[in-house]
């Protein structure tokens, strides 16, 4: 990148893209929500006005405000406020319970927080061992018309819970008749945060990860700029927004197709699959970006042919290993493939599938511009020969290289080589000779057995084409003669019978290398899941070695 675009990157942030959007395209909508347009003009004057209220709180640059709601406009309109006062957004999952909400509002240190009314109990519960000072509640339909809000009311569509009325308790639509904030903040795009993104830790509690604004506006542009490119169409694309807008991969997304192009984007506040098809349907969205349960849901709807959906061009996956059946089913149901996306919440966006070729299913495919991308052996962070697979680590000149208050995380995590500092994905890839990367296996997740590396998600998706298993969690399980013995935990469809151990046996040893079959199988009712639907083998691997050290 040359100082020319590097000068260009600087001055025009996420939300100050969004500004010139708005000014060039007043009336195109932006998004629409729950069957209500709201134009760029009016999605700039709503959160102009909601930037006054906060600044009048007290609420000023550098301050954490946390967002404890679900996807909604009041999202899209709190988050371009916070950062138009330059302050930084603390955005977690709407379904964390009271004690996990409290650890993350004292970590960042937030005191004000934006909150559903349903999860106002959460907020009020924590409040008094917290550093909270105000609460802004805020409804699903907040800002439908009242028609539409009557409606849902009569025949109890829109959940709702008891709001206590208090001197630190704020509504969230009172807040939106302020005067429009217009001025600009002074920010330094290196330094000032932008966001502080909670992940999982290894000590057991949640770690921060703060974000700058030029950070983030790197890896936006690029996916809108050399991704996207002319396939994108500036003021006439419609993009479906389905992922949760806490999550670092659906907030880029939306950034880079949506706000950052003036194109409109149909948030969606539940993944429900028929509303997500009838929405596709309605207003011919082009673009989708969803997880592998997403994808394989959609293909599993009884009702899947009732639909209209080709409209449907561009579909992107991530968040999760894409099982290739799923890749070859949606191939030949619509006629169109899966692209990948890879990334972290440390490292932002990383890899994209080339736009312009067909895909692999095996490929997540190649790095951003703006970042740098090596593959080492995880002992000696030596490179490995192109072809080889190693831990991937990644840097970019835009980002943070740190956790917030983790120092230990921090070096746990961040390493130097040859004066530079990269992040330690914790992934196992593979660099092709197209200069793609091939992903092998989270590397906590690699059994190591009898000398060999199996991929605990490849024998998980064998077990998973099986018509009867509808979940299946593969570990290594310690054992002094072969390394890691290999353990299978399996859930099974309710009408399944007559399917034994012995049957999914046979099955993965018809379909796998003798060395990747499991030793034994495990039925179970539930496999344990995280907030955003990922499974947690850890946690059935942790429980696999307490049993041995009993």
Partial sequence: MNEKQRDALESELTFSRFDRMSELYPGHTAVVYLGERFSYARLRNLSERFAGSLLDMGITKGDRVMVYITNCVQWVIAFLAIQKIGATIVPVSPIYTSHEIEYMINDSGSETIICLDTNFGYVKEALPRTCLKRVIVTNLVDLLPVWKRALGMLFDKFPHGKVEKDKGVHLFKSLLKHEPFREVVDLDPYRDLAYILYTGGTTGFPKGVPGNHIGMTSYVNDVTEDVAGDHLKEGGDVYIGINPLFHIMALGFFMSIGLNRANTTLLMPFPQVDAILETVQRYR??????????????????????????????????????????????????????????????????????????????????????????????????????????????????????????????????????????????????????????????????????????????????????????????????????????????????????????????????????????????????????????????????????????
């Fill in 285 to 550: 969205a082009r673009w989708l970006l969803g997880v592998p349960a997403l994808y394989r849901m959609i293909l599993e709807n009884d009702r899947l042919d009732r639909y209209d959906l080709s409209s449907l061009t561009y579909c992107y996956c991530g968040g999760d290993v894409l099982p290739i059946e799923v890749f070859k089913r949606w191939r030949e149901h619509f006629g169109i493939p899966i692209y990948q996306v890879y990334g972290s919440t440390e490292a932002g966006h990383v890899t994209y599938s080339p736009i312009t070729s067909e895909p692999s299913p095996t490929t997540i495919g190649k790095p951003l511009k703006s970042r740098e991308c090596i593959v080492v052996d995880p002992e000696t962070l030596e490179p490995v020969p192109p072809g080889e697979s190693g831990e991937l680590l990644v840097t970019s000149p835009y980002t943070l290289k740190e956790y917030w208050n983790k120092p230990e995380e921090t070096r746990r995590s961040y390493v130097e080589i040859n004066g530079t500092v990269y992040y330690r994905m914790g992934d196992f890839v593979r660099l092709e000779k197209g200069g793609e990367l091939v992903y092998v296996e989270r590397s906590a997740d690699i059994i190591k057995h009898k000398g060999y590396r199996v991929s605990a998600s490849e024998v998980e998706a064998v077990l998973q084409d099986h018509p009867t298993v509808i979940g299946a969690c593969v570990v290594g399980v310690p054992d002094e003669r072969v390394g890691e013995r290999i353990k299978a935990i399996v859930v099974l469809k309710e009408d399944a019978r007559g399917v034994g151990g012995t049957d999914l046996l046979k099955w993965c040893r018809d379909r796998l290398a003798s060395y990747k079959v499991p030793s034994y199988v495990e039925f179970r009712d539930m496999l344990p899941k995280s907030k955003v639907g990922k499974l947690l083998r850890r946690e059935i691997r942790d429980e696999e070695r307490r049993r041995i050290n009993r």
